[in-house]
């Protein structure tokens, strides 16, 4: 079966750090994998991410706090998050974009895992 896979997730204090995981299943050549994120009342947004080459992209609001990595043998990215602030606060969404020449452009979604940084 096909399925991203996220843990991570949590209450933390503002100032605090959480450190999510995706696990990706059954999904094969994955190029680009990444973490988004949507508060509510708001549209899902990106947060962060990572080529099978190691290039990584940040949303200005994350930049210097949070650090996307990969284990690319192990289909896994990770997400650290340091310095969290309540705007912070969201469900945090693994992706997976996968590219071959038969099925062109794929793209997988985890469950989700709420993010949630308060006092």
């Known amino acids: 079966q096909v399925q991203l896979v996220e843990s991570g997730g949590g209450l933390v204090q503002p100032g605090g750090s959480l450190r999510l995981s995706c696990a990706a299943s059954r999904i094969f050549n994955i190029n680009v994998m990444g973490w988004y994120r949507q508060a509510p009342g708001k549209q899902r947004e990106v947060v962060a991410v990572?080529?099978?080459?190691?290039?990584?992209n940040y949303a200005d609001s994350v930049k210097g706090r949070f650090t996307i990595s990969n284990e690319y043998a192990k289909n896994t990215v990770y997400l650290q998050m340091n310095s969290l602030k309540p705007e912070d606060t969201a469900v945090y969404y693994c992706?997976?974009?996968?590219?071959?020449?038969?099925?062109?452009?794929?793209?997988?979604w985890g469950q989700g895992t709420q993010v949630t940084v308060s006092s």
């Open positions: 992706n997976a974009v996968s590219i071959s020449p038969i099925q062109g452009r794929r793209d997988y």
């Open positions: 990572i080529t099978s080459g190691g290039a990584t």
